[in-house]
């Protein structure tokens, strides 16, 4: 109740200079909410931007792939966490079939690979690096793997070329695809009690960094081609035998008839634009202090009025 | 192939079904050793790629022709609009979202004290305290939003299955075209795994509530459709002929006299209707539907085992008080009054309900927490049940047992048991199939089995399926050796009997999900996982109706027994179990069934099966590919549906309990 009366005052305070040139819809801007705390938080404070600048906001709940079809089809207006390594694929094709466009970059940037928490340095000290990994690997053996260490990999479906990349590089290693975020999440936490060493497939900006500190397996550099070209790389047969690029893309995307429907907001989301630390904090926020992703929202917007003060018209 | 030829004579049915069943176990091993010694040429053993017809694009080609040329989706976008208006009236009410009629939403006390008044009404003191307990705990672990935004939904959707499939159960009823249409469809239904649902819904109905509760009502339609066929053909004739002869119209009839005396299988359908409801709420957050499943999933994505407890415990709690509720509505016969009766006294609990609703509108004014349980006023321990759930997986001996289990089970069971399955020449394993179709029911089961196994195999899934096949074997078989002696043992007392059918109502409504976690934790992501979570599953039917069989075995069998000086297990065991069998294989069958619904979950656990591949269509619009997935899995459950059932029907009757 509170919330909303403090956003609709918010909202109509903020409508009432700008109604001279809010040429904007009334119709609600439908905002994409999927299921880790960052983008969620983020998509709320952009929310209540919004709202700031006189539109209408509604948040809906979907799957971070299936989202992009959505917002072809203008069901969903925009989407702000569009990242590189894990969505890169579905947004191309979805470019490819029309009606999504790309609104630019966030100052932030992504980088998804092989990641261990810290307690594994202590069993393997040579990390970080891969060829470290790779002497230590029978300290990854599971009942299943037998003498080779066990790599947990991402879901399948999120093309991550673990396999490839093992026989690229000669590892000892089994790849093991975990189904979920959350099936990662519990063998780093079962791994937690008794201090295992343990690999596992992990990224950035997400909240585990501030509940396991850990770092990434250093891997040949990444080079433009290493996925295409066996001939660039360490090994002059195979393709995947980089490490995945440390900085990739997180784009924002939006509906096509964004533009022309709401063209104030699409103007502020065009100046939107996140660094790693805020994207770090606001996770952070609902991680470890439990706040409400909303309330969040509100918190992390009061503390730091300088960041986005300026998008607004 | 020869052998197939010499043991095939031109006649089979001058053969037992039991030894063409052989016949067929007989050609699938020399197949099998054929295919172990090197001799089967590599076409007999998998279908070659070349000759798998590409069923994807072709359906894919339909569906956009349908959808875009035949003008669908232009229909269904039109329907949405409709169907969304609802959505944001409900929404309004629960929980306040700013649409028509703005008048929401309730105070929290006021539907807490509406509900306990219902549960008055009902069923006494005991479920207006389940149902007033329910809204208080749901405000108080602060969830009452989130939980509103569920039921806001639902309560479209739920009224809209009911509608719906009590127009269609009325026609199957009058029309024998209709029913004969109908029930393929509805057996295809529900089997089919509800991943194929979320697609369509997410393209034709507009991601967000709109395709979760179109989702949600066809799945809850089928038993809706089926109790009202029941309920009418049960109705008996001497009532029809009253009705005729008071001079009923058509639509008299139907409305004064069938539906009333099909009152009890209507209602049971209902109940029907809001347990499916309840199941699909986590499931339909894939597609955008608000409220505890997306909550679910979110704290499921962050580690929070806690809050994801709690967030169980909640819909556990909606579900029980809605099923009991509604179980109690369809015993609760109307009540008459006589003549004269005011009219205050008629609707006291009306009144009643009323007057709280009011009462406690007016009081929530002055006193904002009645209102709405604010942030930081809730009364969540989800931190300190995070470190329970952690203390309890880290104890010594739980994880001593669950690393042997891991290690046995899993290497030295499951892993060549799979490899096993997956080592069976194909033509084998239909044959396999069909030759226990043939043993248990017959030759029309038979040639199901051949037909459906042989469409799983041209799907080009093959090796999919038989991975998610396994693991519906393992589990119903581990599932049987622990579920059936529980059954067993608690059948002998009333008192046990309906504590562990508490037992089975609980995890069969807590939200799969949620184990999953704890499943990996103890498990790794392993088989035993997958295995184990699809066993809590599927244990629940296995139970119930080994109990329920057992518990309705006619006491003149048992006394007889008695009487002529069998001993407690000589009596189970050459007369209750013989009679109780078809019961069970009921709870066999459904044990299956959900077994094979569970099995999809488990893909986040991490599997090769169709349910990791129908996971990973939900992110593209691979709607072609997403259907032949879905009708592999409907097709493998059917044929197990369609053989069990005949085997329990044909049991049934030759024991002359039907």
């Known amino acids: 109740m509170n919330k909303f009366t403090t956003a609709l005052t918010a909202g109509t305070l903020a409508l009432a200079p700008l109604s001279a040139f809010a040429a904007d819809s009334d119709d609600p801007i439908v905002i994409p909410i999927h299921n880790w705390s960052s983008q969620i938080v983020m998509s709320n404070v952009v929310g209540q931007i919004l709202e700031m600048n006189g539109n209408a906001v509604e948040y809906v709940t979907t799957d971070s792939q299936a989202v992009y079809e959505s917002v072809r089809l203008g069901d969903v207006t925009l989407e702000m966490e569009v990242w590189e390594g894990a969505f890169g694929a579905s947004f191309r094709a979805a470019m490819e079939k029309g009606g999504i466009v790309d609104v630019g970059d966030h100052d932030a940037v992504t980088r998804e690979d092989w990641w261990y928490p810290m307690w594994t340095k202590d069993a393997c000290p040579g990390l970080p690096s891969w060829e470290a990994l790779n002497d230590c690997a029978a300290l990854f053996a599971t009942a299943e793997t037998g003498d080779k260490g066990r790599y947990l990999d991402g879901p399948v479906d999120w093309l991550k070329h673990g396999q490839e990349r093992v026989e690229?590089?000669?590892?000892?290693?089994?790849?093991?695809?975990?189904?979920?975020?959350?099936?990662?999440?519990?063998?780093?936490?079962?791994?937690?009690?008794?201090?295992?060493?343990?690999?596992?497939?992990?990224?950035?900006?997400?909240?585990?960094?501030?509940?396991?500190?850990?770092?990434?397996?250093?891997f040949p550099e990444w080079v433009d081609g290493c996925d295409k070209d066996p001939a660039v790389g360490p090994n002059p047969d195979a393709l995947?035998?980089?490490?995945?690029?440390?900085?990739?893309?997180?784009?924002?995307?939006?509906?096509?008839?964004?533009?022309?429907?709401?063209?104030?907001?699409?103007?502020?989301?065009?100046?939107?634009?996140?660094?790693?630390?805020?994207?770090?904090?606001m996770a952070k926020l609902v991680d470890i202090d439990e706040l409400e992703p909303e309330e969040a929202a509100e918190v992390w917007l009061e503390a730091n009025e300088g960041v986005w003060k300026s998008w607004l018209n | 192939m020869t052998a197939a030829t010499t043991t095939l004579p031109s006649s089979p049915r001058s053969f037992s079904n039991a030894q063409i069943a052989l016949a067929f176990v007989a050609v699938a091993v020399v197949l099998t050793i054929l295919q172990y010694i090197g001799l089967l040429p590599a076409w007999m053993h998998r279908l070659p790629e070349a000759i798998i017809p590409n069923f994807a694009s072709v359906l894919d080609t339909v569906f956009n022709f349908v959808k875009d040329d035949l003008g669908l989706l232009a229909l269904t976008r039109f329907l949405t609009e409709g169907?969304?208006?609802?959505?944001?009236?409900?929404?309004?009410?629960?929980?306040?979202?700013?649409?028509?009629?703005?008048?929401?939403?309730?105070?929290?006390?006021?539907?807490?004290?509406?509900?306990?008044?219902?549960?008055?009404?009902?069923?006494?003191?005991?479920?207006?305290?389940?149902?007033?307990?329910?809204?208080?705990?749901?405000?108080?672990?602060?969830?009452?939003?989130?939980?509103?935004?569920t039921m806001s939904v639902l309560a479209i959707a739920a009224p809209l299955a009911f509608v719906i499939g009590l127009s269609l159960g009325i026609a199957a009823w009058k029309y024998a075209w209709v029913d004969k249409a109908i029930k393929p469809i509805l057996s295809v239904l529900q089997t089919l795994p509800f991943f194929t649902y979320l697609?369509?819904?997410?393209?034709?109905?507009?991601?967000?509530?709109?395709?979760?509760?179109?989702?949600?009502?066809?799945?809850?339609?089928?038993?809706?459709?089926?109790?009202?066929?029941?309920?009418?053909?049960?109705?008996?004739?001497?009532?029809?002929?009253?009705?005729?002869?008071?001079?009923?119209?058509?639509?008299?009839?139907?409305?004064?006299?069938?539906?009333?005396?099909?009152?009890?299988?209507?209602?049971?359908?209902?109940?029907?209707?809001?347990?499916?409801?309840?199941?699909?709420?986590?499931?339909?957050?894939?597609?955008?539907?608000?409220?505890?499943?997306?909550?679910?999933?979110?704290?499921?994505?962050?580690?929070?085992?806690?809050?994801?407890?709690?967030?169980?415990?909640?819909?556990?709690?909606?579900?029980?008080?809605?099923?009991?509720?509604?179980?109690?509505?369809?015993?609760?016969?109307?009540?008459?009054?006589?003549?004269?009766t005011p009219l205050w006294k008629k609707h006291s609990m009306l009144l009643l309900g009323l007057g709280l609703f009011i009462g406690f509108t007016l009081l929530s004014l002055v006193v904002p927490f009645l209102a709405e349980v604010g942030r930081g006023q809730d009364f969540s321990q989800g931190k300190e049940l995070d470190n329970l759930?952690?203390?309890?997986?880290?104890?010594?001996?739980?994880?001593?047992?669950?690393?042997?289990?891991?290690?046995?089970?899993?290497?030295?069971?499951?892993?060549?048991?799979?490899?096993?399955?997956?080592?069976?020449?194909?033509?084998?394993?239909?044959?396999?199939?069909?030759a226990f179709a043939f043993a248990l029911a017959g030759r029309r089961e038979a040639i199901y089995a051949l037909v459906f196994f042989s469409l799983v195999a041209l799907s080009g899934w093959w090796d999919r399926a038989i991975i998610t096949l396994y693991s519906?074997?393992?589990?119903?078989?581990?599932?049987?050796?622990?579920?059936?002696?529980?059954?067993?043992?608690?059948?002998?007392?009333?008192?046990?009997?309906?504590?562990?059918?508490?037992?089975?109502d609980t995890a069969q409504t807590f939200p799969s999900f949620v184990y999953l976690i704890p499943a990996i934790m103890l498990f790794g992501i392993t088989d035993v996982a997958v295995i184990f979570s699809i066993l809590v599953f599927a244990m629940v039917p296995l139970t119930r109706y080994t109990i329920e069989g057992l518990r309705n075995v006619p006491e003149e069998m048992t006394e007889a027994?008695?009487?002529?000086?069998?001993?407690?297990?000589?009596?189970?065991?050459?007369?209750?179990?013989?009679?109780?069998?078809?019961?069970?294989?009921?709870?066999?069958?459904?044990?299956?069934?959900?077994?094979?619904?569970?099995?999809?979950?488990?893909?986040?656990?991490?599997?090769?099966?169709?349910?990791?591949?129908?996971?990973?269509?939900?992110?593209?619009?691979?709607?072609?590919?997403?259907?032949?997935?879905?009708?592999?899995?409907?097709?493998?459950?059917?044929?197990?549906?369609?053989?069990?059932?005949k085997w329990a029907a044909d049991k049934k009757r030759m024991l002359g309990l039907q």
Request: charged fraction near 15%.
């Open chain 1, 168 to 218: 690229a590089l000669g590892m000892d290693f089994v790849v093991v695809n975990a189904g979920s975020a959350a099936a990662l999440w519990a063998e780093i936490g079962a791994a937690e009690a008794d201090k295992r060493p343990i690999v596992v497939f992990n990224w950035t900006p997400n909240f585990a960094e501030a509940v396991w500190p850990g770092e990434f397996v250093e």
């Open chain 1, 240 to 281: 995947y035998d980089c490490g995945n690029p440390a900085n990739g893309y997180m784009k924002k995307a939006a509906w096509e008839g964004m533009e022309e429907k709401w063209p104030s907001a699409y103007d502020i989301l065009e100046k939107i634009n996140f660094t790693n630390p805020q994207i770090a904090e």
């Open chain 2, 83 to 149: 169907l969304e208006w609802l959505l944001d009236f409900s929404a309004n009410i629960f929980f306040g979202k700013r649409r028509f009629p703005n008048i929401g939403p309730i105070p929290w006390t006021a539907m807490a004290a509406v509900a306990s008044v219902i549960g008055y009404y009902l069923g006494g003191w005991r479920l207006a305290l389940l149902g007033g307990g329910t809204m208080v705990w749901t405000a108080l672990i602060g969830q009452w939003e989130i939980a509103m935004q």
């Open chain 2, 199 to 340: 697609l369509p819904a997410v393209i034709f109905f507009k991601v967000g509530p709109t395709a979760g509760a179109v989702a949600t009502t066809i799945y809850a339609i089928p038993p809706m459709i089926l109790m009202t066929t029941l309920g009418l053909k049960k109705v008996s004739p001497e009532v029809v002929e009253a009705g005729k002869m008071s001079g009923c119209t058509k639509a008299q009839m139907l409305r004064h006299v069938y539906i009333p005396s099909a009152r009890t299988e209507i209602l049971v359908g209902v109940n029907q209707v809001i347990m499916l409801s309840l199941a699909m709420v986590v499931l339909t957050a894939f597609i955008g539907m608000p409220g505890l499943g997306a909550k679910l999933l979110a704290m499921m994505g962050s580690f929070k085992l806690g809050r994801s407890f709690e967030i169980g415990i909640t819909i556990v709690l909606l579900a029980v008080m809605l099923d009991r509720m509604s179980k109690a509505w369809v015993i609760k016969q109307p009540e008459h009054f006589e003549r004269g």
């Open chain 2, 389 to 434: 759930i952690k203390a309890f997986l880290n104890i010594e001996w739980v994880k001593a047992t669950t690393g042997f289990l891991r290690a046995f089970l899993n290497v030295q069971v499951l892993i060549p048991f799979r490899n096993f399955m997956l080592s069976i020449p194909t033509p084998a394993f239909i044959l396999l199939v069909a």
């Open chain 2, 472 to 504: 519906v074997i393992s589990a119903v078989s581990l599932a049987a050796l622990i579920g059936l002696p529980i059954g067993i043992l608690a059948s002998r007392s009333k008192k046990w009997s309906e504590r562990v059918l508490l037992v089975c």
């Open chain 2, 561 to 645: 027994a008695d009487m002529s000086g069998a001993k407690r297990f000589q009596k189970l065991w050459s007369v209750q179990l013989p009679i109780a069998l078809p019961t069970m294989a009921v709870g066999f069958n459904q044990a299956i069934m959900f077994a094979f619904f569970m099995v999809i979950i488990a893909a986040f656990i991490g599997t090769q099966d169709l349910g990791q591949e129908l996971q990973r269509t939900l992110a593209g619009t691979d709607l072609g590919k997403n259907f032949v997935l879905g009708i592999c899995v409907s097709l493998m459950a059917l044929t197990f549906d369609l053989t069990i059932m």
